[in-house]
């Protein structure tokens, strides 16, 4: 009976023509806005984004500011986690296993692949989480919706430049004179963040519908951890088996650290273009997922 | 002046609602849903005003068209769910339309809620940044308006203090403050200035209709007449997600009030009742003590609410819930018959029948309320809706409200204790 009032789509929407016609009639200029429905992909709106660039700068300042108030250590957390990590791996995997370390002290080899990894995890675990912690500003507030798992990974890097200390103590320590390589290190940095940004994105758009991301994020930052050649030397891999190591491209990346760090190894110039090579597609698939599941947040999440 | 600021052409939303809470699916709930779906039954609606319930998406806006000149202050009216928010989130980009083009012209800041993004663990001043930055405002804008915005929130001297420890007023008013002074040629302002005080109150419309003498275009949301009246020239009203009424705004409060103000103590189902339906609400009404309908209560009589329903085929755990609303769409409670029987769900077998409650005296405070009544199984089916069924007015006479001057929106008479008891040894 009251189903009749619902008409058909087509009927509704208004042609054409009609639009154009009262266009012209009303004003000529051309809206600063226009909103309409989407249908299937759309474009990325970057200039959107760089419109928005102080709130990213806002976002990240504000989860800086915020993780470790009420906290006993402070920012002593983010030196904290991958340093007892390394003294864990050292112990257990070095001294005890024995592994090989391409002729590295374990405890730097370890921790010069500690620190990036602990930087990708924690972003993309935080990132991961951020839409949907971030409900209240979805359903409230427009902005690019980017921006939210953005500042998720650029706060990681203060952790990061703090764990570096470690790392310089270490190297002095050690002994480890540095060379041309470590110049490689800011474009490592931006590659590591990226990486981050792609996989966030992905699974923050899909956190908004499933949760069962959440739980599934621990589990698949703990399997590629092993996949990575963090614990191991990538020369563990038997040569057969090697290029499904390289397929991560985390490993080419971990690699390249150590090579800019430590100076011990050959720079992996070819593992680490199909590093960024792979990242760059992460990148720009989950970068146009994102905007076209986007869409449905506020009303999902 | 007559530039078109807003442009609203055909424009429609619709959401899905399931019979399970379609907020989010874990993906074992979506392939259940896809395998279970070709079995389930689809839920057919009553005489409902939610006409599309049945297909399991409704239209929170259906064919809504309008233009707002700029320098235009415009106020939106409706009863809660009649699709006020959700025009307001698509015009701020928050949520998209399903049809329908919008066309901006102009920048838009959107006041949907005070203090979106406010972090308590943040000082005022920093919250002042963050906030500002997440309403769009520059950083130069920010900087250039601190110290009005201090001075408005009357906080000058608390704000180096984390907003945790701010009073909730003090909270507001620094809330309200950085989103006063946002600077958009279009502002879209959802229901902010139903909370706090009176007081709150009198300076946030102080401070909206000075940024209307701006130029500035603004859409206004609101269940306070007064204020829509007061700010607003022009008024639209929704209803069911449609342009219920549009034009000034002294006619259209009047002709919404006029609706509400019509009592309706009784409905009735008009046409046959189909076989095929497992389900009808037949009658509902609300009734005095001698067991007719009324419209118009004292405050100290008992209100006699009855309802009349045929089940065609047995329906287990089938609950008849009724929600009673105030005249600004506020549920004041909601009551359903497995109240009776704890919160175990009711076998419904075929027949008729029907049941009835009372709502006590001396409960609800003097006003017009409506009855909207459904019969579903909790979380699963709708097998009827009727939205506003009936329509009541318990008047002043004889209520505790007028007898005392007691606010609140409901007035029941609660029983107090009192014992005179020896003064304390000093």
């Not at chain 1, 692949?113 to 991961?128: I, M, R, Y």
């Not at chain 2, 002046?1 to 989010?24: N, W």
């Not at chain 2, 392939?31 to 057919?44: G, N, Y």
């Not at chain 2, 007719?292 to 209560?297: D, L």
Request: charged letters at 20%; a neutral charge; proline letters at 5%.
């Amino acid at each position: 009976m009251e189903i009749a009032k619902i008409q058909p789509i087509e009927k509704i929407s208004p042609s054409g023509t009609l639009v154009s016609e009262k266009k012209d009639a009303a004003n000529e200029r051309e809206p600063l806005i226009k909103i309409r429905p989407a249908k299937g992909w759309v474009a990325l709106k970057l200039r959107d984004l760089w419109a928005y660039r102080e709130l990213i700068y806002f976002l990240t300042w504000r989860d800086i500011k915020v993780r470790y108030k009420q906290t006993l250590l402070g920012v002593a957390w983010a030196v904290i986690q991958p340093l007892f990590t390394m003294l864990l791996f050292a112990l257990f995997f070095g001294k005890l296993a024995k592994l090989p370390s391409d002729g590295i002290p374990y405890p730097i080899f370890a921790y010069a692949g500690l620190l990036p990894w602990t930087f990708f995890s924690n972003a993309v675990t935080s990132s991961g989480n951020s839409l949907v912690a971030s409900s209240n500003l979805i359903t409230k507030v427009y902005f690019p919706r980017m921006i939210i798992p953005g500042a998720a990974v650029m706060a990681g890097l203060v952790d990061f430049a703090v764990a570096f200390v470690i790392l310089i103590v270490l190297m002095f320590y050690y002994g480890v004179s540095l060379t041309m390589n470590f110049f490689a290190l800011p474009l490592l940095i931006t590659l590591t963040a990226l990486l981050a940004l792609g996989v966030g994105m992905w699974l923050s758009a899909l956190n908004v519908k499933y949760r069962d991301i959440r739980y599934a994020l621990p589990f698949l930052i703990q399997l590629w951890l092993f996949a990575s050649p963090i614990i191991y030397p990538v020369s563990l891999m038997p040569q057969k088996w090697r290029w499904l190591l390289w397929l991560n491209p985390l490993s080419g990346i971990i690699e390249g650290y150590r090579a800019a760090l430590l100076g011990r190894t050959a720079f992996p110039w070819q593992a680490l273009a199909l590093s960024a090579l792979i990242t760059f597609a992460i990148l720009l698939s989950s970068a146009y997922s994102f905007r076209r599941m986007e869409r449905s947040f506020a009303d999902v999440v | 002046m007559s530039d078109v600021a807003i442009r609203v052409e055909g424009l429609g939303k619709q959401y899905r609602i399931g019979a399970r809470r379609p907020s989010y699916g874990s993906l074992r709930e979506t392939l259940t849903e896809a395998v279970t779906t070709p079995f389930k039954r689809l839920s057919r609606n009553g005489n409902g005003h939610l006409g599309s319930l049945s297909s399991g998406t409704i239209w929170a806006l259906r064919d809504v068209s309008f233009e707002v000149k700029s320098g235009e202050v415009v106020g939106v009216i409706g009863r809660n769910g009649a699709g006020k928010s959700t025009l307001l989130k698509i015009l701020s980009r928050i949520t998209e339309p399903t049809m329908g083009e919008v066309d901006l012209y102009g920048r838009v800041g959107s006041l949907l809620e005070v203090g979106t993004g406010f972090n308590l663990e943040l000082t005022g001043a920093e919250n002042i940044y963050l906030n500002g930055a997440i309403l769009g405002m520059r950083r130069r804008e920010i900087e250039r308006n601190f110290d009005a915005i201090v001075d408005f929130a009357e906080v000058e001297k608390f704000i180096d203090t984390p907003v945790k420890h701010y009073s909730s007023g003090m909270y507001l008013r620094l809330a309200f403050a950085v989103a006063a002074h946002l600077e958009p040629e279009i502002l879209l302002v959802d229901e902010v200035l139903a909370v706090g005080d009176q007081g709150f109150q009198t300076k946030c419309l102080g401070k909206m209709s000075e940024v209307a003498k701006h130029g500035r275009t603004i859409l206004f949301v609101s269940h306070n007449m007064g204020a829509i009246s007061r700010l607003c020239e022009r008024v639209i009203w929704l209803d069911d997600g449609k342009v219920m009424m549009d034009g000034s705004s002294a006619e259209v409060v009047n002709s919404y009030h006029t609706q509400f103000l019509t009592v309706r103590p009784e409905w009735k189902r008009f046409e046959a009742s189909d076989s095929e339906r497992e389900f009808d609400f037949l009658s509902i009404a609300v009734k005095d003590s001698n067991q007719q309908p009324s419209g118009v209560f004292s405050g100290d009589e008992p209100i006699f609410v009855e309802v009349t329903y045929i089940v065609s085929r047995t329906l287990a755990g089938c609950q008849i819930g009724t929600r009673i609303c105030n005249f600004e769409g506020v549920v004041i409670f909601s009551t359903s018959d497995a109240d009776t029987s704890g919160t175990s769900a009711l076998a419904k077998e075929v027949g008729f029948y029907a049941s009835s409650f009372q709502i006590p005296q001396n409960f609800l405070a003097p006003g017009t309320y409506y009855i909207s009544i459904g019969a579903h199984l909790p979380n699963r089916d709708v097998y009827g809706l009727i939205e506003q069924a009936v329509v009541f007015e318990v008047s002043a006479s004889g209520s505790l409200a007028s007898l005392d001057g007691r606010l609140g929106v409901i007035t029941p008479l609660i029983h107090w204790d009192v014992y005179k008891k020896p003064l304390p040894p000093q």
